[in-house]
């Protein structure tokens, strides 16, 4: 079953509470943590994943797109965060760091951006829960899909398969109606979708759509 990860990203900041509300239905909140060294941009960090986490019953998906994630990212599984994103480009342990995050309860994921090859974490996909594809360049909501990371998708899939493992395959940046197909089809099961949720009128019936086109795209590709 495909998976939609609001991102609040794209959220009012001032209304986080009620914009977490008005997704009612997805399945995770996905949170984009920036420190504005690993990305050019400052978001939010571990007082404000407390403050969600009291107020709204949706789980919480943790992308930290910040330099040293082997400290940082423990205190937002006892913040709250049911799901941690680590960058394997930031990271310098990061089989240690997967199984710190996962023995304090909350699944462990790894991230890569576009240009990073996925074939070098091969060994490393056991000791994970989900691996997250970016779709764009991290660090700013509102960008173009980049179609060149669709090869990558289908090989993140194909390695996945070859192992047997029951890993979530995410997607994030530029994800929208006209972009999900592609990447379902690609084998990816878990979309991040920011302005495509919540620039739309009914954020809650925007999620159910993307939902719907992307599992239509998969039982395609299971065809």
Known sequence: MAQINPSILAAD????????????????????????????????????VESLRKATG????????IENPDRWAPQYVEAGAGSVT???????????????????????????NPATPVEPYEDLLPELDMLLLMTVEPGFGGQKFLDLVLP????ARRLIERHGLRLWLQVDGGVSAETIERCAEAGADVFVAGSAVYGAEDPAAAVAALRKQAEAAAARRAA
Do not use: S
């Open 13 to 48: 900041f001032a209304r986080l509470a009620a914009e977490a509300e008005a997704v009612e239905g997805a399945d995770w909140l996905h949170v984009d943590v920036m420190d504005n060294h690993f990305v050019p941009n400052l978001t939010l960090g571990v007082p404000v």
């Open 58 to 65: 949706i789980p919480l998906d943790c992308h930290l797109m």
């Open 86 to 112: 680590f960058h394997a480009e930031a990271a310098a342990a990061p089989v240690r760091l997967a199984r710190e995050i996962r023995a304090k309860g909350a699944r462990a994921a790894l991230a890569l």
């Open 152 to 155: 990558k998708i289908r090989r």
